[in-house]
């Protein structure tokens, strides 16, 4: 017998609605994707579609989120790609979202990027690349090359 899990904050939609804060670290797979469910910190986060967030206290124990501040941030502060209403650049403070942390997604890249190559954090901005990189900063690798600094295919293994 099979289930169909529903959730009740659609992936890809946002709310401030206080219900979501006992659900806030729960995690769902949809499409060969985990998510788990994060809040946003005090502050509204901006950062363009498809960008990293991390968490907050560069700890997972509390799923609050925060823009990333640098490049090759430490694999278990990374929060993951948040998934954000289409056109949405900005995570609005005290806000509930469903983050990517696994699986096959669309990410920003700061450069091109090589086939299979592991992929840190670039900047404050939140894309990827392949130049800072250590075996503590791999988040994710390009199954495919990726151009220049544009978005791809990228799979995340936060989880």
Partial sequence: MAYDVIQALPIGQTSTNAVFARSVGTLIVSNGVTYRLMVSDTAAI?????NFCKFKTDSA???V???VTGAAAIRGTVAGIPQLPSGV???ALST?????????VTGTTAGAVAVGVGLATH??????DDTTVTYDTVIARAPTA???A???VLDLDLE
Avoid: H, P, Q
């Fill in 150 to 152: 544009t978005t791809g």
């Fill in 46 to 50: 901006t950062l363009a579609a498809n």
């Fill in 61 to 63: 124990a509390t799923y």
């Fill in 89 to 91: 650049t900005t995570w």
């Fill in 146 to 148: 990726i151009g220049s």
């Fill in 96 to 104: 509930y979202a469903w983050v990517a942390r696994a699986g096959r």
């Fill in 65 to 67: 989120v925060d823009a």
């Fill in 123 to 128: 900047s404050t901005a939140g894309a990827v």
